[in-house]
């Protein structure tokens, strides 16, 4: 059992950054696949980044340049740096973690999720 608490979430004018980190406890934390996926009001979840367990990472184009994900296998901890941000970037922010080796961008594949921390970003 992985239990993931999310944080960092907030109000923020577009252009400005915010940093989520999501804190992990059970499980093998370094072995694992960490992603983040965000839900606006009104649409579907998306996939947002993940990290692979050897650090490889892939991101949704929209936030290709501006966001990074990174982890702290010391710390159980994965962050999600946000720069540049626009009003579209405004939603729920989830943290999951994956079992299966892969590096997958749907979230059916994740076995474990966060409650969510809200950002929202002004125009």
């Known amino acids: 059992q992985v239990r993931l608490v999310e944080s960092g979430g907030g109000l923020v004018q577009a252009g400005g950054s915010l940093r989520l980190s999501c804190a992990a406890s059970g499980g093998t934390f370094s072995s694992i696949t960490v992603g983040w996926f965000r839900q606006a009001p009104g649409k579907e979840r998306e996939f947002v980044a993940a990290?692979?367990?050897?650090?490889?990472?892939a991101y949704a184009d929209s936030v290709k340049g501006r966001f990074t994900i990174s982890r702290d296998n010391a710390k159980n901890t994965v962050y999600l740096q946000m720069n540049s941000l626009k009003p579209e970037d405004t939603g729920v922010y989830y943290c999951?973690?994956?079992?299966?080796?892969?590096?997958?961008?749907?979230?059916?594949?994740?076995?474990?999720w966060g409650q969510g921390t809200q950002v929202t970003v002004s125009s």
């Open positions: 999951a973690a994956e079992l299966s080796p892969a590096l997958s961008r749907l979230g059916n594949d994740y076995d474990y």
């Open positions: 990290i692979h367990w050897t650090h490889i990472t």
